[in-house]
């Protein structure tokens, strides 16, 4: 076990000031009784020796360890927590407008959620203590998190949980070896019995944000963002130690809340890494609720610093259910007043939309409650909360194996069988026969003309990931009209800014032919159009789409309707 180079941290109560040395088991303040303290470090000190360190570290959440409330480093219990890459997602930023967009993919980690932060430090910071038993309630993640590692640890662990949670996370908690309870009510009055269950039998409570090692935890997160933007904006000049460093933070981070610990979490690191002279910027949080589920976005419409609790959260998406944030709220709306904050809520319906976007444009398959950051961020670009050059990073959590029945619906696969399969070798016309009806003999024809090849593959993905379609390219205008003369298609997608000749000009040279003048076009343009251009094209085309502002199943729909 190593210990570490720095002073120890202390706590401060966040109401009186007061410091005091942490333990799990000091729970209130000694000066004022509150239940609210945070951890503080030597910060100057650590300004000047963190770059250094890092540069020696693998690239999991314990290379920030003198940043944690650990006071022996013990790597025993780690399954690589943290470190998760921050993915580019570029078909996503173009089809919104924003291509800076980076995805924190704590999919990967060791139980495919954020909050494998929150039970690697939690544990750690049970296990220092010699405690052998703990109590948590939980919306699924969390619970199956800690289960984890708490099992490595050999911890006991009592886990309750809404009956609202997926029967599939349920079990998942339970093949660890953590007792369920399952409590059929809210969210909020199963925390109420957990508590209860663990003040009785004396037990160590999971408090989310009262809970230092768990605030602790998620500002990894911000912390890992920080370190990665920087390498990718300068990927030669790594920041040397020693030297005043371009540190970059983002514009805004975005993630789907329930109880607030993750953004609450996450804007400490970044104070913290501008407290030790890093970084010079907070970003903008923005925290997205389930619309059934909302308090706090309701609370920030009406500038208020209290939530009102829901009672009775609607929303299929359980693991958002905290109806009452309680003080975290007011925590989070003191903290962001400078920095700046989103708070928008989405339907159930935008989230379970925004699954498919995401599996379908970017190869990332995420849960529900993931997805609604997501949502929250197309969303927010809708609004015009988030400017075209802002660089986003969004948390992105969890697995759609509990959900994928709910959302696919019928028809997702088309199966072959095989008449003769019983013989070793099947007829080569059985075969062929076998898989005659997975497909139509003819798919519509459809021709993209855009001169940005990024832009022609988002609308080939964005068309042959929801159907059959034989797809054609034409690069600039010119081959677009030799392409529409061979090829007749069924439509034409159609860019307008375009050198030599423009959308424009091949708009006119196709309805001048005879053969050609009846193909439906579609126009999808980066440009903003002037009344004369919009005149132009009145009549011409069956749809205008602009760059950024649609959705990929909205182009579906038009083509659907006009391929017919
Ligand atoms: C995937 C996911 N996203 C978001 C949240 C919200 O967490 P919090 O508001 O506690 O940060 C949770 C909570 O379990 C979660 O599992
Ligand atoms: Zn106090």
Redesign the pocket.
């Given at each position: 076990m190593e210990v570490l180079l720095t002073q120890p941290f202390v706590a401060e109560c966040l109401d009186c000031g007061h410091q005091f040395p942490f333990t799990l088991n000091t729970l209130a303040c000694p000066a004022c009784g509150s239940q609210w303290s945070e951890a503080r470090y030597d910060y100057t000190t650590l300004g000047r020796i963190l770059p250094s360190l890092l540069s020696k570290r693998s690239f999991d959440l314990w290379r920030y360890r003198e940043l944690l409330p650990i006071y022996e480093y013990n790597p025993s219990f780690s399954m690589g927590e943290g470190g998760t890459p921050l993915v580019h997602a570029a078909n996503l930023g173009m089809m919104l407008g924003v291509p800076k967009i980076y995805i924190k993919d704590e999919r990967q980690g060791p139980t495919n959620?954020?909050?494998d932060r929150q039970a690697a430090v939690g544990v750690a910071s049970l296990k220092e203590a010699g405690i052998t038993e703990a109590v948590l309630a939980?919306?699924?993640?969390?619970a199956i998190s800690y289960s984890a590692y708490a099992a490595r640890a050999g911890i006991k662990l009592w886990a309750f949980l809404t009956s609202l949670v997926p029967a599939e996370k349920m079990r998942e908690v339970a093949i660890y070896g953590t007792q369920v309870v399952k409590v059929t009510a809210t969210y909020d009055q199963a925390k109420k019995v957990a508590a209860e269950f663990a003040h009785q039998r004396n037990l160590c409570l999971e408090r989310?944000p009262k809970t230092i090692p768990s605030v602790e935890s998620?500002k990894t997160i911000a912390y890992e963002i920080v370190e990665q933007l920087t390498a990718i904006t300068d990927p030669e000049q790594k920041p040397a130690p020693q030297q005043p460093t371009p540190w970059q933070v983002p514009d805004w981070y975005f993630?789907?809340?329930?109880?607030?610990?993750?953004?609450?979490?996450v804007l400490k690191g970044f104070h913290e890494w501008k407290r030790m002279g890093l970084t010079e910027r907070i970003p903008g949080i923005a925290s997205i609720q389930a619309e059934g589920c909302a308090p706090m976005v309701h609370a920030w419409h009406d500038h208020r610093e209290v939530a009102d609790p829901v009672r009775n959260p609607r929303t299929h998406i359980a693991?958002?259910a905290?109806g009452d944030p309680g003080r975290n709220y007011t925590l989070l709306y003191q903290r962001t007043q400078e920095s700046g904050a989103i708070f928008e809520s989405v339907t159930d319906e935008e989230t379970f939309r925004t699954i498919h976007i995401l599996a379908k444009m970017e190869g990332l398959s995420v849960?529900p409650?993931?997805a609604?950051?997501f949502a929250g961020l197309i969303k927010a670009v809708r609004l015009g909360l988030v400017k075209p050059d802002d660089t986003i990073v969004v948390?992105c959590?969890?697995h759609t194996m509990p959900v994928e029945k709910m959302i696919l619906g019928e028809g997702w696969s088309r199966d072959v069988d095989i008449p003769s399969r019983a013989l070793p070798d099947i007829p080569e016309e059985g075969l062929i026969s076998a898989i005659r009806h997975i497909t139509a003999e003819r798919f519509p024809r459809i021709a993209i003309v855009d001169d940005i090849p990024e832009a022609r593959r988002l609308l080939r993905r964005i068309l042959q990931s929801q159907g059959d379609y034989s797809i054609y390219e034409a690069s600039d205008g010119r081959q677009a009209l030799e392409l529409a003369a061979r090829e007749l298609p069924d439509l034409i997608i159609l860019d307008l800014m375009m050198p030599e000749i423009d959308g424009f000009g091949v708009l006119d040279a196709l309805k001048a032919n005879p053969n050609t003048a009846h193909i439906p076009v579609v126009v999808v343009t980066a440009k903003e159009l002037t009344p004369p251009e919009k005149e132009r094209l009145r009549g011409q085309i069956q749809a205008l789409m602009q760059k950024g502002e649609f959705l990929s199943d909205e182009l579906v729909d038009e083509v659907r309707a006009l391929v017919k």
């Open positions: 959620s954020f909050k939980s919306t699924g993640n969390v989310g998620m993630q789907a809340v329930s109880g607030g610990l993750g953004p609450l979490g693991t958002l905290t849960e409650a993931a609604v950051a948390n959590t969890g």
